[in-house]
């Protein structure tokens, strides 16, 4: 997985962070001041990129933690196959890939649409 390390005092609201082995986006971030027994202590909640999931966690705010790499890229739609999959031509390699699309998406052919991947996983970004 591709992933970098990033101390959690570093994460900000809008950005990624690996909860439970899936990529999530930060949507919440709050930390508590430290105690007489302790260090400070942060909690993040997020929802999963690829699965739509809420997760949160509370560590330390020195403590270590992995962020994925996640790609923002530019596409093409070349055919709409149903309501819930279309074909897309990555504007960057010319390659074709099948992708889910979104439940509220209004694609037709010669669409520029932008998709998030990372390690073989895509989503349509809205």
Same mark, same amino acid.
């Given at each position: 997985m591709v992933t970098?390390?990033?101390q959690v005092?570093? @994460?900000?609201?809008g950005g990624y962070v690996m909860m439970d082995g899936a990529a999530c986006k930060i $949507?919440?971030?709050? $930390?508590?001041k430290p105690g007489k027994h302790g260090s400070a202590k942060a909690r993040v909640e997020g929802r999963g990129v690829f699965d739509g999931k809420k997760r949160s966690f509370s560590q330390p705010v020195d403590a270590k933690i992995r962020v994925?790499? #996640?790609?923002?890229k530019q596409g093409q739609v070349i055919n709409v196959e149903s309501d819930t999959v279309a074909q897309v031509m990555d504007l960057d390699t010319y390659e074709t890939i099948t992708i889910s699309t979104p =439940? =509220?998406?209004? @694609?037709s052919p010669e669409d520029d649409i932008e998709f998030l991947e990372m390690e073989g996983q895509r989503k #349509?970004?809205?």
């Open positions: 970098q390390q990033k005092r570093d @994460l900000q609201e $949507t919440a971030y709050s $930390t508590a994925p790499i #996640i790609e923002r =439940d =509220d998406a209004d @694609l #349509i970004v809205g």
